[in-house]
Nanobody, 126 residues
Framework: QVQLIESGGGLVQAGGSLRLSCAASGRTFSSLAMGWFRQAPGKEREFVAGITRSGSSTRYADSVKGRFIISRDNAKNTLYLQMNSLKLEDTAVYYC???????????????????WGQGTQVTVSS
């Protein structure tokens, strides 16, 4: 079993930045591919970014490409999401997710992830 705890959400003005963190425990972190998803009010949960076990490869949703950066520190068992140039439409609950994976794998579909955090609210104001 893997426990995931997100932190770093909050209220920020449009154009600002936030960094989310996700602390993992219960499994060897470096054996897990990781991802960030988000769910805005009234919308389906959607993929934001994903990263391989080693952190050597990443993938982003088109809506955040060039503004968000996913990274991980396997020594600290922590996943990050640096969010820059935030827009009103980035307002959502952000979830960290983990999956048992082979090296080089990044998943974009929710069903592929085995473990989920409780979410952290990000609100972007004008």
């Amino acid at each position: 079993q893997v426990q995931l705890i997100e932190s770093g959400g909050g209220l920020v003005q449009a154009g600002g930045s936030l960094r989310l963190s996700c602390a993992a425990s219960g499994r060897t972190f470096s054996s897990l591919a990781m991802g960030w998803f988000r769910q805005a009010p009234g919308k389906e949960r959607e993929f934001v970014a994903g990263i391989t076990r080693s952190g050597s490869s990443t993938r982003y949703a088109d809506s955040v490409k060039g503004r968000f950066i996913i990274s991980r520190d396997n020594a600290k068992n922590t996943l990050y999401l640096q969010m820059n140039s935030l827009k009103l439409e980035d307002t959502a609950v952000y979830y960290c997710a983990a999956m048992e994976a082979y090296p080089g794998i990044i998943a974009t579909a929710q069903l592929e992830y085995d473990y989920w955090g409780q979410g952290t609210q990000v609100t972007v104001s004008s």
